[in-house]
C-alpha cells in the first residue's frame, strides 16, 4: 500500500550552508523507506492526480535543512 508522498528539491543544508538538490531516491534511502511504498511528485505535472486523494492520508517526505530524517508522524 502506498502510504508516502515524495517530494525532492533543493534544500540550504545547516551544516555547510550550500543548496543541494535531494532526489526521491535519496529521500527514500534517508528516510529510509520502501520506494514501493511512495508516490512520487517530480515535477508540476505530478500534482495533477493530487485533488483525487486526500493528502492527510499521507506522509509527506521532503528535504530538510537540519538533516532529521527521522519519519514525520502523520497529523
Known sequence: ????????????SETDGEEHYVSC??????????????????DDNDWRWLDTINPKDWITLTPRYDGNYSLPERL
Open 1 to 12: 500500500m502506498k502510504k508516502y508522498l515524495v517530494i525532492p528539491g533543493y534544500v540550504k
Open 25 to 42: 531516491s535519496q529521500l527514500c534511502r534517508l528516510y529510509k523507506v520502501n520506494p514501493a511504498e511512495c508516490i512520487f511528485i517530480k
